[in-house]
Structures are given as C-alpha cells and as structure tokens.
C-alpha cells in the first residue's frame, strides 16, 4: 500500500483575492478578477485586457526575501508559499529543512526580466543591458526564490512545462513524498503578467476584447493573467500526527503528450483523454466516480470544444452531467500558476461540497455539451474532483483530489 | 528507503544521443575527452553583435540535414533541434526509430535552463521594433521553455509521458532522475532522458556581465588554483531508460543502471559556500540511500566542476563531506573544462561520461589542470587515469542553489 497524500495548506495569490479564504470566497462569489491592462502600453494591441493582481504588495508577505530582488513571479510564488504555510498550521522554522521540498512550475518563468534586456537592447544601451539578468531570470529561480524564503533544503524542482505546469509541479511533490524524498512538500506553479505572453497570445487572436466566456457559444477567447498557488502536501499519517485535519487527499494524476502540434491541441482530444484516464487508473476509480472536473476551460473556441470532446471520450454519455466549469472565466489564464489555482479549488470543493462557477455564462453551444455550473456556485456532494491542464508542446496533466476519510 | 529496494522496478540505460562539441557519437565524445580536447572556441553564436568574442563550447558545424535529412526543420529552434538530434541518435541506437517498431509509447524528460533564451528575446525585440502585429506566431509557440520537449515529441512521435525539468547546471541530472523515479512508479516504461542547451548571443553577454566567465583568452581549468571562471556551452545529450525487464524481454543492450538519484537545495543560493557545498553532500548522501550503496563501492566521480571560482569549491567541500575517507581515494574529474557550462545539456554530457567510464574503464582527465586549488580533499589529475569502476556518480551545483546526484552501476550488475 503506497503511502497516501494529503493537502494540508493552500496559499493562493490571485486577482480576485489573495489567500485561501478572500481567493475562495471570490471565486464562489463569482468575482471577475480581469481589467484593463496598466503594467504595460498595449495602445498597439487590438485588445487591452488582462487578468493582472493590481493589490499585491510583496511586503506585506516576505519576510526574508527582498522583494525588490527578485522577479515578480518568484514574488507571486513565494508570497503563495508563505500563505500556504501559514495555512497548514506550520511553523517553517521548526520543520527539518533538508526534508521539507519545493516543486513550483511556469510558463515563463521571468519573462519581465527578458523585457528589460531587450529593452536595453533595442534603446541600443549596451552598458545598460543584461545586469543582474543571470541572477533574475532563469525560471529555476522560482522555485529556489520559493525555499528561500521559508528555508526548505530539501528536494528542488523546477517544471516549466507551460499551462500545464502546476499540475506537473503537484505530480512530482506527490511522487517525492511517496518516494519519501521528502516528508513535506510545497508544490504549486507562479507566472506574472507579461508584455511578451500578452504580445503573442494577441497576435495568435486568442484574446478576448471583454471577459473570458468559456462554454459560451459566443466566446471569443482567453484572457491572460497572473497568479500564483502553493498547496503543502505531506503524509496522511504525518498530518495526522500533528493533530491537523486535511484539506483532501491527493489520489492520482495522469500525464500524456500530444506529440502533434505546438499549439493546438489533437483534433479528437486524444492525449487529454489519456491523461484524465491515466489519473483514474492511478486514483482506483471510474469515470462515474468523478463529481466534479476543473475544466482548463480557457474560453478559445477550438479549447472549449476540443476540451468537451476529450471529456465525452473519458465520461461518454454521462459527460453533459458532469459539472466542470472553468475559473478562467474569472482570473484570466494565469498560465502555470493556472492549473496550481485549480487544484486549489479542487481541494477546497471536495473539502466543502461546493464548487465555484463558469461566468459570463449567456448562450450554451452545442459544441460544448457540458454542464459548466454557469454563473453561481453550486452545493454539491464532491467525492472525487478532477482538474484538467493543457499546454502548448502537447502537454496534457490531469490530477485528482479526492474527500478525505480516515 | 532501501526498504523499498528489494521490490521496485530497475531503470537501465539502452542507448544514447548526442550533439556536442566533441563530436555527435558517445565513442568521438569518449575519445575527445580521453585525448583531452577542448570544444572550446571563440563563438559568434554567444558573441552579442560588435562586443569582444565569446570563448564557448559550440556544437561546431551543427548541420540539422544531418539528421533529419529533408524534413523542414524550420519549426524549431536551435535548442530544438539540437535535443530533437539527439532523440534521434537515441531512438537509432535502439533500434526504435520507427514508430511502428516501438511496443510501447516512448516518452521525453528533458532538462534545460532556458528552452531557447533567443526565441524569447528576439521574439519581444521584434514586437518593440516592428509592432506587436509582426512579431511571428511561431516563434512564440517556440517561446515556452518546455517547446524543445514538445517540437522534439512531435518530431520523433514520442507520445508517451513529456516533462521538461529546469534548474540550471543540474537539469539534466534532474531530468535522468526524474524520469527514473517515473519508471520505477510505473508511469513509463520508456524515456528519454537528459537535457538540451542552446549559445546566444543573450546568454553570452548577461553572463559576461556576471563576471562569470573566464576571462578572453584563458581556458577554464576546473578545480584549477587560478581558475576565473567557466565557459558557455550547448547541445543536447540523452540516454534512452527503460525498465530492466522489458528492456530485456525486447533484447535491448544494456550500458548501465540508474541506481541512485538525489537531488538538494542551498536556502542561501550560493550566497554561503559552505550551505551550498551541505546541500551538494546531501545530494550524495541521498543518493547512495537510494542505490542501497555507500562511497566505499564508488569507482569514480564526473563531477560538475567548470571553473567557477565559487561553485568547484563548494562542490569539492561537498564531496569530500559525503564521501568522506573515499573521497581522496576515489578518482574525480571534471569535464566542462572542455566542453563549457551546457546547464541543461551538462547532465546529459555527465551520464554519457559515466557510461563511457563503466564501459572502458577509463576515467578522463582535467584538461590544463596544473596545480589544484589547495586543500581540496579529491583525486584530481590532468591525465587520464585507468579506474576499476562498477559504480560512478555524476553531481552539480547551479549557481543559484541546487544540487543533484546520480549514480549509475555496470549493465552486468542488471
């Protein structure tokens, strides 16, 4: 019998709230956390919203890291980290830190510092270019930022594995801790806004002129974000130990690659199916146990649709029933601290028997026969809950959480 | 954990890929490394337009046709070309170039530092000074760092599981432990492993600006008592690792097993010497818990040293904690004197020399390495030495606070 995993602490940063309880309530509430852009000109863009984190102030949550140090997606991440901490119960200095871990992932790591390089570059100020770059940006840095600041020595991972990212991050924490690599470990996924994933994701037309609709027949697109989730994971019985009732119980997760196109993903949802059952097989269970699905959900037309087919694949005809709505309709697409936020939610749905909603919900489209729980949160027994992620390289990451039973 | 031992399932190496620059074939590479070669050189590739040369480790002449003869190779970088080159070196050594020959889905851990730093850059350069409407689609697909694991699984078909795993200097032996630790869970059977790295003119200049490289003109000498600094590097370098019994069911050679991997962290990132050399020791430490094996077994060591004056301290202080009496004993060596910093091709580079050193029992030396830096506790030497090796370990240390062990044993032990 493999050692059980449990989450235990949630920190998340996000444009909605920031922390486990403002976030959570936010999301139930069904708050739209995306604006008009101010961190950058986007005058030459055709759209001009975005999902950033106007309200964080890094001071408020690092106590060792000097925040104007580092990048702002190790900012994220580790001010994500210190609340998820503070969650579980846990004093991080009375933890052995050569077993407690951090595995974090990203899109882009620190993609601001590369603005500054090129900056520099195209002002063609040479003496200016590339200072402190080596020691910014490199996407390991959030993660190290991450342990750094709570003084974790333990196993350090770092997956850039793009909008699948967190899910990557959550799978290799639960494999380090049953290994008992580690007898604690933080896994969660940072990304902040950026000009460069705002550039292209304009330039593919992925970006929706108003607010992001998933499901909706007339969606227009994906709206880009920031934010950050940690999630402590530890061993059921270590949890227990310490008198700590858990979250929920992380029972598997599946991972699969497309191998057929940068961006778009298999026409027939091919890989997204294989690793939603891959995550079943590793959980024990069934399509029909699953109550709840996070859907990746992130409101491009060919997404939505391609996600409903690979769904029907896994679910069959049950697949209308099954509630899976998307919080991309409310945060943006935070990248790879998206499906680390949605695993968040997927713990606190199982935990609370609720789950938030897809807004911006008008007209439903045949393509997209889901249940997306439109507009307001839903009560609702939540056994198992399933969180989907999809990634530019055929990146395909299902994880899933399931209620907690002694 | 040595509990777990006696039931789990062995991870062995049945082929390898390399791009690199000492050559595209684990014998030239072997054979450069014995002859004490350097791949260095000055670089156009990670010289910035009108700054002074940069000495680098370029793979020189790298002709994509070579290995992908007339496909378009245009979608993908040169970071992607160089891992999807050595995927396909792999999937030809074990016969398993062909999809339809493969009885189970291959899949791809690949370490890097940067995916391809250039893309990015050229990518935001481009949207400054042309507009945001002319920057390219594809070379923004190309800008995620995990697009050299995703173009290379599209190029090979490589369906089965594809991570991407960074942590500078210590990727690639992340990315081998990784995949071995996804065997053994029994969430693969087959993986490609190791790491991708790419020259830029970027990372050329933003390292330079570090004070991190050795100065024009002088070669790195790791460990060595004047040693300044390191070199860039790149390419891409990966061992195919498959579970022992299927492995053997398919009658697939066998080069060497991965019986122990670690990994560790410095909270003062490198800030203090002597945390980063305890999280360099607790990597070894850990992983010779993992193989079930102590220093005492050890054959020989390919450590990370580069000539970095702070990162070959560290890891010798690290290795002679960890090793304790062997570490004097047990001969070491280092090899990116010759080759460069690679970050995420350096752990590949790394296992393909352990390999090479089980298969030939010969354990290449420090290229230039006069006088070590004093007190350093290891066997060093700047020629190459005849070892009795049935077990080596590969470490590294990254500049910003990882660590990372791997040991591997001779395919006899398997």
């Not at chain 2, 432990?177 to 029994?186: E, F, P, V």
């Not at chain 2, 390495?369 to 506790?377: H, V």
Request: include cysteine; glycine fraction near 12%; charge should be negative.
């Amino acid at each position: 019998m493999s050692r059980r995993i449990v989450v235990t602490g949630i920190g998340m940063v996000t444009s909605v709230g920031i922390g486990r309880r403002a976030a959570w309530q936010a999301l139930l509430a069904g708050r739209r956390g995306t604006s008009t852009v101010e961190s950058f000109d986007t005058s030459r863009h055709p759209v001009h919203q975005g999902g950033e984190i106007k309200g964080f102030r890094p001071d408020d949550h690092l106590k060792r890291l000097v925040p104007a140090q580092i990048g702002r997606a190790s900012q994220l991440g580790a001010a994500a980290a210190r609340l998820a901490l503070s969650d579980a119960g846990l004093d991080p200095e009375a933890l052995d830190p050569a077993r407690a871990g951090v595995a974090m992932g990203t899109t882009s790591g620190e993609p601001q510092e590369v603005e500054r390089l090129d900056d520099a570059l195209v002002a063609e100020d040479l003496a200016q270019a590339g200072h402190g770059f080596v020691r910014r940006y490199p996407c390991h840095l959030i993660a190290a930022h991450v342990a750094a600041e709570v003084g974790f020595a333990g196993v350090n991972a770092m997956i850039p594995t793009a909008c699948a990212a967190g899910n990557y991050a959550l799978a290799y924490a639960y494999d380090a801790l049953v290994n008992d690599r580690a007898e604690l470990m933080l896994a969660g996924g940072a990304d902040c806004f950026s000009r460069i994933t705002y550039t292209g994701f304009a330039r593919l037309g992925a970006i929706a002129p108003d607010v992001c609709r998933p499901f909706d027949k007339n969606r227009q697109g994906m709206i880009p974000g920031e934010g950050a989730a940690v999630l402590v994971l530890e061993p059921l019985d270590r949890a227990l130990a310490r008198g700590v009732e858990p979250i929920a119980e992380v029972a598997g997760y599946g991972l699969s690659c497309d191998a057929h196109h940068m961006t778009a993903a298999h026409p027939e949802g091919e890989g997204a199916a294989r690793a939603m059952e891959r995550a079943l097989r590793m959980a024990g269970l069934a399509p029909e146990d699953v109550s709840y699905v996070s859907a990746h959900g992130t409101g491009t037309p060919t997404n939505d649709r391609l996600e409903s087919i690979a769904v029907k694949r896994v679910f069959g005809e049950r697949s209308p029933r099954v509630p899976m709505s998307s919080i991309k309709s409310m945060l943006g697409h935070t990248m790879g601290a998206a499906s680390a936020i949605e695993a968040a939610v997927c713990a606190l749905a199982v935990a609370e028997d609720r789950v938030p909603p897809t807004i911006h919900f008008e007209e439903p489209d045949p393509e997209c026969d889901v249940d997306c729980v439109p507009n307001e949160a839903r009560e609702m027994p939540v056994a198992v809950a399933m969180n989907n992620a999809y990634a530019f390289g055929g990146n395909n990451a299902s994880t899933v959480m399931i209620k907690w039973r002694p | 954990m040595a509990a777990l031992n006696a039931s789990r399932r062995r991870v062995v190496v049945t082929a390898r890929g390399l791009v690199s620059p000492l050559g595209d074939t684990p014998g030239a590479f072997a054979a450069a490394l014995e002859e004490g070669r350097s791949g260095l050189g000055p670089s156009a590739l990670a010289t910035w337009n009108g700054c002074a040369a940069v000495v680098a480790g370029e793979v020189w002449g790298f002709a994509p046709e070579t290995y992908f003869g007339d496909r378009n190779v245009r979608p993908l970088d040169r970071t992607s070309r160089l891992a999807a080159a050595a995927a396909g070196l792999a999937l030809a050594e074990a016969g398993l170039a062909q999809v339809e020959s493969r009885t189970q889905p291959v899949g791809l851990v690949l370490g890097t530092q940067f995916g391809s730093l250039k893309t990015i850059a050229e990518f935001d350069r481009r949207g400054l000074t042309a507009g945001p409407n002319y920057v390219k689609p594809l070379d923004f697909a190309n800008s995620v760092i995990n697009a050299p694991a995703g173009q290379t699984a599209i190029w090979h078909g490589l369906v089965g599981l594809n991570s991407t795993m960074a942590g500078g200097a210590t990727a690639g032996l992340a990315a081998i432990g990784h995949a071995t630790d996804l065997i053994r869970g029994g969430h693969a059977e087959a993986l490609l492993a190791g790491g991708a790295e790419e020259l830029s003119p970027e990372a050329g200049l933003t390292y330079g600006r570090a004070g991190l490289l050795a100065a024009a003109g002088s070669s790195p000498v790791p460990f060595g008592a004047g040693r300044r600094g390191f070199a860039l590097g790149e390419g891409a370098a990966l061992v195919l690792l498959e579970e022992l019994e299927g492995a053997r069911a398919r009658g697939a050679s066998l080069f060497g097993e991965v019986v122990g991997h670690a990994s560790a962290f410095d909270p003062s990132m490198g800030q203090d010497p002597w945390s980063a050399a305890s999280a360099l020791g607790r990597a070894v430490r850990a992983a010779f818990a993992d193989a079930g094996l102590g220093p005492g077994d050890l054959g020989a060591v390919v450590t990370g040293g580069s000539g970095s004056l702070e990162l070959d301290l560290a890891e010798a202080l690290g290795l002679a904690s960890s090793l304790e009496e062997a570490a004097e004993a047990v001969p070491a060596t280092a090899i990116k004197g010759a080759l460069g910093e690679a970050f995420g091709a350096s752990g590949g580079f790394q296992a393909l020399a352990l390999l090479e050193i089980l298969s030939s029992g010969r354990l290449p030396g420090i290229g230039g390495l006069g006088e070590p830096e004093p007190g350093l506790a290891l066997s060093l030497s700047n020629r190459p030495r005849a070892v009795n090796a049935r077990t080596v370990l590969a470490t590294a240390l990254g500049l910003d606070g990882h660590a990372a062990a791997l040991i591997l044993t001779r395919s006899d032990a398997a």
